[in-house]
């Protein structure tokens, strides 16, 4: 099956086409990321995306005191309309993910995905696109993961 993109952008009507492959795409004023992409066998034709909403809104180093080892800590408030902290620390540096997940095991966002320095930081999670219910969010890294639970309440 072949793979064509198309690219949507959501602050305006306009769309065009590019390279075969899956495209991302996010709109600052709405907070929102679509991926997908469309797909052809040269007879039928189906498009795919998913939306990955809320996205991250800020990432605060809080130390750069290197910590002598991972934590993930509760986010804050929780439960929480519509904005939350999530508290982590690394020890080294290295690619760290920051996943949230609905109850089914979805990721519903990636709000942290990058290599980052060792340190004490502060993530700043928007769920004003979710809707009420129980998620979980996931740190992950080469060498460490850990989940915890939070509470959406609108």
């Not at 064509?4 to 602050?11: A, C, E, G, P």
Request: without cysteine; charged residues 15%.
């Amino acid at each position: 099956m072949k793979k064509i993109i198309l690219l949507l952008f959501l602050s305006s009507p306009l769309l065009a086409l590019a390279m075969p492959g899956e495209y991302l795409i996010y709109s600052e004023s709405s907070g929102i990321e679509v991926i997908g992409g469309w797909y052809t066998d040269g007879v039928t034709s189906q498009f795919n995306s998913r939306i990955m909403t809320p996205v991250m809104t800020g990432l605060v180093q809080t130390s750069s005191e290197i910590p002598i080892g991972y934590y993930l800590g509760q986010n804050s408030p929780n439960p929480f309309n519509p904005v939350t902290n999530i508290y982590f620390s690394i020890p080294g540096r290295q690619h760290v993910k920051i996943a949230v997940m609905d109850v089914l095991g979805k990721e519903v966002s990636v709000p942290v995905n990058d290599e980052m320095e060792p340190g004490t930081y502060k993530a700043v999670f928007d769920a004003s696109q979710l809707s009420s219910g129980v998620y979980f969010y996931e740190l992950q890294t080469e060498v460490f993961r850990e989940v915890k639970k939070m509470t959406v309440v609108k």
